[in-house]
């Protein structure tokens, strides 16, 4: 099957002649990070504090990004967890200064592990480490230990939810929320949204590829549901949730099915589903009226979950 191009919302469609759907593979990894590194948007200029730490976990650092906008005492806290594909990406994340500005709230972001060279579960133990830092050194770090939430856009949130899981199953840190921007939960792709070949940006081989590196190999449904989510039997004891995700993405029908189990879960869950977007198009073309009602959705849930 192949997407309708017609279907993009019209102001989204000018961002693609400059950003072509990736092809990943692990024979290029390298040279796509720096071709995206390359191609970063420069820092925007909001006023938020930033600090970089490394919290020492057994045999190993995992480097940590903070962002304030005050100094104001107890704040809430978001642990946040970048995007791309488990394979690329940064901790010093814009959105995850755009998430502190915003909600006046304490955000770590963090520098997990990537695959091919580290493939799951050490990424995904970086982010739960990070999680248990960040509720233990509460009182030193200026936070609530009672208000803290979890998110992150694509394999970020993929990864967020995968985490949620995880520390359900483990220490059950309290989370108020999660919240998840167009969530990489599914390796098979098996759903009328995900047998569409020629998507956008990410698009079905290039995210079979990233998985398989993720996976070390391609465990179909043997795959650990604290990779692939969309695995678990049952997501009852997880946080309130925020899921968006565009009517053009290839995770959208994983998505909303996601939405949907923690709905018969008993978990409270809003679910936004934004016509003619693309993955990550937001980010794309952040002036377009699809974007900004993108934005102000999830930003407006998250405030909402930590006052």
């Known amino acids: 099957m192949e997407l309708d191009y017609a279907k993009i919302d019209k102001e989204l469609l000018p961002a693609l002649d400059d950003f072509p759907a990736l092809e990943i593979d692990r024979g290029n990894i390298e040279k796509i990070r720096a071709l995206l590194l390359e191609r970063a948007p420069l820092p925007s200029s909001l006023a938020v504090k930033e600090e970089e730490l490394k919290i020492v976990k057994a045999d190993r650092e995992i480097p940590i990004f903070i962002f304030r906008k005050s100094s104001k005492p107890s704040q809430p806290v978001v642990l946040w967890i970048h995007g ?35 493939p799951f579960p050490a990424g995904a133990e970086d982010c739960m480490a990070a999680l248990e830092w960040v509720f233990d050194n509460a009182d030193s770090l200026g936070t609530q230990a009672g208000k803290i939430a979890i998110g ?4 970020g949130a993929g990864m967020a939810a995968g985490v949620s899981l995880m520390n359900r199953d483990g220490r059950n840190i309290p989370l108020c929320f999660q919240v998840l921007l167009y969530p990489m939960l599914d390796n098979l792709h098996a759903t009328p949204s995900g047998n569409i070949t020629n998507h956008p940006v990410w698009k079905r081989s290039t995210s079979f590829n990233a998985w398989e590196m993720y996976l070390n190999g391609t465990p179909a449904e043997a795959a650990s549901e604290y990779a692939a989510p969309s695995r678990a039997e049952s997501l009852k004891g997880l946080p309130p949730t925020y899921i968006s995700v565009g009517s053009e993405d290839l995770f959208r029908d994983e998505d909303i099915g996601f939405g949907q189990k923690l709905i018969e879960d008993g978990i409270p869950c809003e679910m936004s589903v934004f016509p003619g977007m693309y ?18 959705s999830f930003l407006a849930a998250l405030k909402d979950a930590l006052t």
Request: glycine residues 10%.
């Open 84 to 118: 791309g594909g488990y394979i690329f990406g940064s901790a010093y994340d814009e959105r995850a200064k755009v998430i502190a500005d915003f909600c006046d709230c304490t955000v770590v972001s963090v520098e997990y592990r990537l695959a091919p060279e580290h």
């Open 152 to 155: 992150g856009a694509s394999a």
């Open 279 to 296: 993955h990550a198009g937001e980010g794309f073309a952040p002036a377009a009226k699809v974007s900004r009602r993108l934005n102000q």
